[in-house]
């Protein structure tokens, strides 16, 4: 059975001196002195000057920036990212979670304040809720938009393609094989 996201970060935390040589509390002291702010400067601080990985650099980066939006007592990653106006999108969200670890164990969420990233070894989707659809971002590299798919343009950086979700009927088995030939080239 996969891990809840919480589970994977503690993992990841309880790991860390082992797999990079020092403890959280040890990087974020590093971070700190390094008086970096943004998130991709302390990502590439570490990467560059630590020879951090990317997952670990990510979470470091979080933590010092207090980003890292807590995981629902229920086990999702989407901490009140469906609360309010967006509830009636949260079985949308579910119905992606419930296709999306099927594919297997190796996947990490990474909850944002506003979405939520998928990964393998580098992110093939993000899912992203609005008040009256979820929008999900898929990277389907040298896939022609078309139909329902579309180009993910200026809307997303990290993805290639778009698909906008507004019940649980639209996660069907075209959507599915879209995720899962992302989730493969992860």
């Known amino acids: 059975m996969a891990k809840?996201?919480?589970?994977?970060i503690e993992t990841m935390i309880t790991n860390m001196p082992a797999n990079t040589g020092k403890s959280l509390d040890q990087w974020l002291?590093?971070?700190?002195?390094?008086k970096l702010?943004?998130?991709?400067?302390i990502c590439n601080m570490?990467?560059?000057e630590h020879g951090v990985g990317h997952g670990y650099a990510n979470l470091i980066a979080h933590r010092a920036r207090g980003s890292l939006?807590?995981?629902k007592a229920d086990g999702t990653p989407a901490a009140g990212q469906y609360d309010g106006a967006k509830a009636a999108m949260k079985p949308v969200?579910?119905?992606?979670?419930?296709t999306v670890m099927k594919f297997g164990g190796d996947i990490e969420l990474?909850?944002?304040?506003?979405y939520v990233s998928l990964r393998r070894t580098k992110q093939f989707a993000s899912i992203h809720p609005t008040t009256s659809r979820v929008d999900l971002g898929i990277k389907l590299k040298d896939v022609p938009p078309k139909g329902r798919l579309e180009a993910a343009g200026s809307w997303n950086g990290m993805v290639t393609h778009r698909v906008r979700l507004s019940s649980v009927s639209d996660?069907?088995?075209?959507?599915k094989a879209w995720l899962k030939q992302a989730y493969d080239a992860a």
Request: hydrophobic share 30%.
């Open 29 to 34: 002291k590093i971070v700190a002195k390094s």
């Open 110 to 114: 990474a909850p944002k304040k506003g």
């Open 69 to 71: 939006e807590p995981v």
């Open 93 to 98: 969200f579910d119905k992606l979670m419930e």
């Open 46 to 48: 570490l990467k560059k």
């Open 37 to 41: 702010e943004k998130h991709g400067e």
């Open 171 to 175: 996660v069907d088995t075209e959507l």
């Open 4 to 8: 809840t996201p919480e589970e994977q």
